[in-house]
């Protein structure tokens, strides 16, 4: 036995730690491929936040002992994000209810910052999220242009090159699609960036679940994830290079701290959450069984990302051998790629076809996935948006067998 295939055997051994692949319906096993929405916990992280509230429920900075161990994990949490994501340090890393509130502080806080006539850039690409705030900057004469896609669902990048210029102040961009699986260059655009001497703002939400980060080695400005992708509760992440977050004009508090990570952290955070942020992070950090605690969950990251690969690999060329099925996004062998599929299937809303998988025990997603402007360019929104699959550290070929049956069998009965 090679060492990938024994630590792909691992990394199946591990599914008994998410008590949810216990569950039957119709007598079947639940087979989760609905990770892109948000993935099964494992019990190390229902414990961690099931135990802060049987022991240490106390709000923060207070003079006694319980209070001292919520500011605790609030300054573990923080550490070991800034960890998983390769950041400067603790201080560089913010908390919010999610990703979207995050943003639209953020968001708000820049356009205090900007002048009527500069611009920023977005992408067809993006989730909402990272396409909202920023266009509702037009309101006070900020200038948004939208970078296109190609009919594969990557970036056009001479679109790009075209587009950003001197007034350019921020580039906001996915780096992950959760549409399409689309990988970013986030390299490329973060030279274009520079020589704009603009900001680079990455949404890693779809990214963070499945591959390496290192914020530092790519230059990244800001960066934004949710914990409930990877195995965690739902909490929103930011981090803010440098000193950058104490320099943009954010709404605060009186009694708030006024300066980095807390200045963009209204109200009290979600302390049983962030304990399970901290366990999710642990939880990764123990694929990789190398005692040196330096880059542990990097080098755990590229191992999950070895295994999802080749399980996303096998979905993808399996849809591809049957007839009607069109799947969407760039192919396998052209670059990194999320293990995220999504598809139509002729004659079959993809509505039908989740219900028809869900009969199997089978859990996927249809819709846009607000990636509605993708979805929407790429003409398939008014036709019920796209039946979408991921895989999850947690799914297994067998899953993946049973899926591709259940997909051969709804076509044979639409096609």
């Known amino acids: 036995m090679n060492n990938q295939t024994s630590g792909f055997s691992t990394i199946v051994a591990r599914r008994d730690e998410f008590p949810s692949l216990k569950r039957a319906y119709r007598d079947l096993p639940l087979a989760y491929f609905d990770g892109p929405g948000g993935t099964q916990v494992p019990d190390s992280v229902i414990s961690a936040v099931s135990d802060y509230y049987r022991s ?17 994990v609030v300054d573990r949490a923080r550490q070991k994000v800034a960890e998983f994501i390769g950041a400067e340090g603790p201080q560089n890393i913010s908390f919010g209810a999610n990703m979207t509130s995050l943003n639209f502080s953020l968001s708000r806080a820049i356009g205090r910052w900007l002048d009527e006539g500069d611009e920023i850039l977005i992408t067809q690409l993006d989730h909402e999220a990272n396409r909202a705030p920023w266009l509702a900057l037009r309101e006070q004469g900020i200038i948004v242009r939208e970078v296109r896609i190609l009919e594969n669902a990557t970036l056009d990048y001479n679109d790009l090159e075209n587009k950003i210029n001197e007034n350019t102040r921020l580039v906001a961009v996915g780096y992950s699609s959760n549409v399409s699986g689309t990988v970013n260059e986030i390299k490329r655009i973060r ?3 520079y020589e704009a001497e603009a900001l680079l703002l990455v949404d890693a939400v779809h990214f963070a679940p499945h591959f390496p980060l290192d914020v530092r080695s790519l230059g990244i400005d800001f960066l934004l994830c949710s914990a409930y992708k990877f195995y965690g509760p739902h909490v929103g992440i930011l981090y803010s290079k440098g000193e950058l977050l104490n320099r943009i004009p954010t709404y605060f508090l009186r009694t708030q701290e006024a300066h ?25 950090a123990s694929f990789d069984p190398a005692p040196d605690s330096s880059h542990r969950p990097q080098r755990a990251m590229q191992q999950i990302a070895r295994y999802e690969e080749t399980l996303a690999r096998r979905i993808y060329e399996g849809l591809q051998a049957i007839r009607g099925v069109n ?68 799914n297994t070929e067998e899953e993946v067998d049973r899926l591709l049956t259940a997909v051969k069998e709804i076509a044979a009965r639409h096609c």
């Open 56 to 72: 240490s429920n106390a709000n923060a900075h207070g003079a006694f002992i319980t209070s001292h161990e919520t500011d605790a």
């Open 327 to 394: 799947t969407i996004g760039p192919d396998f062998n052209a670059g990194l790629r999320a293990p995220t599929i999504s598809f139509t299937l002729e004659n079959a809303d993809p509505r039908i076809v989740c219900e028809e998988l869900n009969q199997k025990a089978i859990l996927a997603w249809n819709g846009h996935f607000y990636g509605i402007r993708a979805v929407e360019t790429l003409g398939l929104l008014e036709r019920g948006g796209l039946t979408r699959v991921g895989v999850s550290l947690y």
């Open 260 to 284: 980095a990570p807390c200045r963009i952290e209204t109200g009290t955070l979600n302390f049983a959450a962030l304990n399970g942020v901290s366990a999710a992070i642990d939880f990764i």
């Open 191 to 193: 030279g274009l960036t």
